[in-house]
């Protein structure tokens, strides 16, 4: 069970945006393992060098 608040004053909604890449990965991976939950799709585009990625990530509230 999910703490009713994210740990070290973290926001409830959270935009995770970066280079598409396995730190990329591993940030998204590590919210997760703190009990953030995806929110939405992921989103992708490319700035003329490489993809840059964003996912949304909400933690999630006691019902």
Known sequence: MTESSPPNHLPRYRLLTGKDDAAFCQRVSEALE??????GSPAATF?????????????PTKE
């Open 34 to 39: 703190l009990g953030y939950r995806l929110y």
């Open 47 to 59: 700035n003329g060098e490489h993809v840059v990625v964003a996912q949304a990530i909400l933690w």
